[in-house]
């Protein structure tokens, strides 16, 4: 079995493929500066505490601890910030990626599981989106992480790396055991946020109420964080199957199943048995209307197929994880 580095391990995804790849035999090591990840949220694994721009510790990080895979997760996700702030996340999304990349090359591992976003496609010309769908990001933040998965391919064809992105629609709810969930702070996740309305009793905003949709909300297509961590565990499996074949494959992950704003508020309030106050505000810029996803390429090529299907399930996990814990990891 492998040894993994996880960067932003400590953050809400990479904590739970953290926890699926202990599962499945493998060592990971996570390396997070913990600006936004958890230390609580590492369990069962080693925890370095570094800056995925600094390359000559990852180096040492990678060349100690006799890593032999990565999966990255290191980064800034929010759409919004990065239309205000696009210099953050080049600096971080893009620098901290060729940084790692630099890293590896240097070092010898070749094998990489990078998390990437349905947020390259921009807005849909085709629903379901595949992975043959144009990619025209409209943020920042979907414009950096294309821009990885053009690198990924470039360093296959030059270095002979192996790689594969993952490109994944909303990530939502939280581990079954109620070890591991989500905690941001600022929160900026629709399902944690509706969580929050319903325990306090404060309004929840709703970015537009004038899409193109049924409803007037904009829709999404929610996949449950450990069926993506999943996905990352069957992805690294694949890597390792290829011997030396240098590759650079992207995968869609998602249930192909959209739902609105509403349709989450709707949700969160048949699971909790609380009324949930919504307050309609403008549309936030960057934001499509409708994304979900086909995810029919990797079912056939890895055997993956998401089984959270249930909005209320999905919601349900998230909900029994912000019961136990009110107050996120520091609790």
């Not at 807005?123 to 990924?152: M, N, Q």
């Not at 929050?196 to 905003?205: D, E, I, K, L």
């Not at 030396?244 to 249930?255: A, M, P």
Request: aromatic content about 6%; overall charge negative.
């Amino acid at each position: 079995m492998s040894v993994v580095l996880v960067t932003g391990g400590a953050g809400y995804v990479g904590s739970h493929a953290v926890k699926s790849l202990g599962e499945a035999g493998h060592t990971p090591v996570v390396l997070d500066d913990l600006s936004a990840g958890h230390r609580a949220a590492v369990r069962g694994a080693a925890l370095i505490e570094a800056d995925v721009r600094d390359t000559d510790v990852v180096r040492s990080i990678l060349r100690e601890n006799r890593v032999t895979a990565v999966m990255h997760f290191a980064g800034l996700l929010s759409v919004g910030e990065s239309v205000q702030h696009p210099a953050r996340y080049y600096n971080l999304n893009l620098g901290g990626s060729l940084s790692l990349l630099e890293a590896m090359r240097a070092e010898g591992v070749s094998r990489l599981v990078f998390s990437s976003t349905c947020a390259v496609y921009g807005d849909p010309v085709a629903t379901p989106i595949d992975e043959d769908h144009p990619t025209h990001p409209i943020s920042a933040y979907g414009e950096t992480k294309l821009a990885v998965e053009r690198a990924l391919a470039h360093y296959s064809r030059a270095y002979g790396l192996q790689s594969i992105a993952l490109r994944y629609f909303n990530a939502a709810g939280a581990d079954s055991t109620g070890r591991l969930g989500e905690a941001h702070e600022p929160e900026l996740h629709l399902i944690p946020l509706v969580i929050r309305a319903a325990q306090n009793g404060a309004p929840v905003q709703v970015f537009g109420a004038d899409y193109p949709t049924e409803d007037g909300t904009c829709e999404r297509d929610y996949v449950h964080v450990t069926d993506l961590a999943d996905a990352h565990v069957r992805a690294l499996g694949a890597l390792e199957g290829l011997g030396e074949e240098s590759v650079s494959r992207t995968y869609n992950l998602g249930t192909g199943r959209p739902h609105s704003v509403r349709a989450v508020i709707g949700a969160v309030e048949r699971v909790s048995g609380r009324r949930v106050r919504a307050v309609e505000a403008a549309r936030r810029e960057g934001d499509p209307a409708v994304l979900y996803a086909s995810a029919e390429r990797i079912a056939t090529d890895l055997g993956w197929r998401p089984r959270y299907t249930s909005l209320d399930e999905l919601v349900a996990t998230a909900w029994a994880w912000h019961r136990k814990h009110p107050g996120g990891f520091d609790d």
